[in-house]
């Protein structure tokens, strides 16, 4: 089975996956709202689907591989064909990878680098595979060289998997800023942007719980304005293509990378529902990144989101 699209297959999956970030003034009301969280693949990749709607979720993320391991084998044709079979429902959607946690985009070593850059342009090939439209990566930190050097290092490497045409995005996530990690400001993103030639496949994730950490206070309205300034002067909102809510337990710029339940981290729910109140924030695909130690604790964390979209 040949599992490639073809050139109309590939042209409306790209339009479509555009026209999730489409603005314009209708209203956040005449739109599904996309929430989920990030769900495991135990048992196998078709298998998420079935926690996904469990949740009542309407989108999903997941990891297409072991994402502790480099090693990876290519995807089956029967793994393919079952995913997408779920996928073709229509209910879970958008599909999200994120990429392992291994990928350091920025790292001074050269094999750590290539490697990386193939693990990316890897998942992009799988999301291709898989009818996932997103790919969401962390960017990296460099050990000692400066973060302009790292910003210059991630731009090559964004560079280089551009080069190839897939109809996928890829969404860089923001960082929470610590030591040299790369992305925590919408000016270093803004810039990696431009530096890339302004390829529209290249969209942002704002993690609620990074964004936090590095600074970015949104727990009242006046912030929130602040906080969407920022984003109009740096990379504009045609860019913005995923949110990640966590709360966080770390205080506003102390730059740890703690996620908590919502409402139960230092963001709080004020912040939360100043957030989400934005229509702006409300209307992009949304993912719950919330600590699993309970099995009920995704559908507290939902059931939450929820609350604070409904009111
Ligand atoms: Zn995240
Ligand atoms: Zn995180």
């Not at 920025?106 to 490697?115: F, I, K, S, V």
């Not at 890897?122 to 997103?134: F, Y």
């Not at 045609?238 to 966590?246: C, F, I, Q, V």
């Amino acid at each position: 089975m040949d599992f490639s699209l073809d050139r109309k297959e590939r042209a409306s999956l790209y339009s479509y996956s555009i026209q999730c970030l489409s603005h314009n003034s209708e209203g956040w009301e005449r739109l599904r709202v996309s929430l989920g969280v990030h769900v495991s693949i135990a048992g196998g990749l078709a298998k998420a689907f079935d926690r996904a709607r469990a949740l009542g979720c309407t989108t999903m993320q997941i990891f297409s591989r072991n994402p502790r391991a480099w090693k990876v084998e290519p995807l089956a044709e029967t793994v393919i064909a079952a995913f997408r079979a779920e996928a073709q429902k229509g209910d879970i959607d958008p599909i999200i990878i994120h990429t392992p946690y291994l990928l350091n985009l920025a790292a001074e070593d050269e094999e750590l680098h290539r490697r990386s850059i193939a693990a990316l342009a890897q998942d992009l090939e799988r999301a291709e595979q898989l009818r996932a439209t997103h790919v969401v990566t962390h960017l990296g930190s460099t050990k000692r060289a400066s973060r302009r050097w790292g910003i210059s290092r991630v731009v090559e490497a964004i560079r280089k998997v551009l080069a190839k045409d897939f109809p996928v995005l890829l969404v860089m996530e923001n960082s929470a800023g610590g030591g040299h990690s790369i992305g925590s400001q919408w000016e270093e993103l803004g810039e990696i942007i431009h530096r890339v030639g302004g390829d529209e496949r290249v969209k942002v994730c704002f993690d609620s719980c990074h964004g936090f950490a590095a600074g970015y206070d949104f727990r009242s309205p006046e912030k929130v304005r602040r906080l969407t300034e920022g984003i109009e002067r740096t990379i504009g909102w045609t860019r913005m293509g995923l949110l990640h809510l966590n709360d966080c337990g770390s205080s506003c710029g102390g730059h740890r990378d703690r996620h908590q339940h919502i409402g139960e981290g230092t963001i709080g729910r004020e912040g939360f529902r100043n957030l989400l109140r934005h229509p702006r924030f409300r209307r992009l695909p949304m993912i719950l990144e919330t600590p699993k130690k309970h099995p009920r604790d995704d559908q507290r964390n939902l059931a939450r989101i929820r609350r604070l979209l409904l009111h």
